[in-house]
C-alpha cells in the first residue's frame, strides 16, 4: 500500500521509527500465522519441525534475496534490507533480514529461534542465519540459501530444489550421507 501510494504521488515511506516499523510487521507476521493455519499448511497435529518447514516454505515462495542497491532501485528505505520488516513486508533483503524474519515467524509460533551471525577470518562482511530448537533438537538454517537455491529462474518455486533445501537444513545427516567421500588412495586387486 505505502508503494501504492507513493506511486500516485500521497502518502510518505515509512520511518525508521523502531515502533512504527514492529507493529507493521507483527501485523504482518500474525497475518502470515493466520494464513497458514486457515489454509491446513499449519496444524495443531504438526511437530515442531513440520511447522518450521511450513514456515520456511512461505519463506522461499514470497521473499527473494536482494541488497540495499535493490531498495535503492525500488525506492524504498535501504535499511529494510537488514529488518525483518524487508523480507515480511517488501519480498526480500539480505541474509540478516531473512534470518530476522523467520526468526520472527518461528516465535509467534512458539517455536525457540534466534539469529546468529559471524565474519568469517579473511572476509570484511558476516554472514547471519537461524539456529531453531525444534522438537528438543537444534537446526541451523540458513534462509538466505534457501531463498537462493529453491526457485526457477522465473522466481517460482522448484519442487525438487525446495526439497533439496529442506533435507539440507531440516535432515542434515540424511542429506550429508548422499555424498560420498572421495578415495583418493583406491586400492588395485
Not at 507493521?24 to 495443531?44: P, Q, R
Not at 550421507?177 to 588395485?188: A, C, I, M, R, Y
Request: charged share 25%.
Amino acid at each position: 500500500l505505502v508503494r501504492l501510494a507513493q506511486s500516485t504521488g500521497i502518502g510518505v515511506a515509512p520511518t525508521t521509527d523502531d515502533t512504527v516499523s514492529d507493529i507493521e510487521v507483527d501485523v504482518k507476521t500474525k497475518s502470515i500465522h493466520d494464513e497458514l493455519w486457515a489454509s491446513g499448511e499449519i496444524t495443531s497435529s504438526m511437530t515442531e519441525k513440520e511447522k518450521a518447514i511450513a514456515y520456511f516454505r512461505w519463506m522461499c515462495e514470497n521473499c527473494e534475496y536482494h541488497d540495499v542497491e535493490t531498495a535503492e532501485l525500488r525506492g524504498d528505505p535501504t535499511w529494510v534490507v537488514h529488518s525483518a520488516w524487508g523480507p515480511l513486508v517488501y519480498g526480500y533483503g539480505v541474509c540478516d533480514g531473512l534470518a530476522y524474519a523467520y526468526e520472527k515467524l518461528l516465535k509467534y509460533e512458539g517455536i525457540t529461534c534466534k539469529t546468529v551471525g559471524e565474519i568469517k577470518p579473511g572476509h570484511s562482511e558476516g554472514h547471519a542465519w537461524n539456529v531453531a530448537v525444534l522438537d528438543g533438537e537444534e537446526y541451523e538454517v540458513d534462509m538466505t540459501s534457501a531463498v537462493m537455491c529453491s526457485k526457477c529462474a522465473d522466481g517460482t518455486l522448484d519442487e525438487v530444489l525446495f526439497e533439496n533445501v529442506v533435507d539440507k537444513f531440516f535432515y542434515p545427516d540424511d542429506w550429508m550421507s548422499q555424498f560420498k567421500p572421495l578415495d583418493l588412495n583406491p586400492v588395485k586387486p
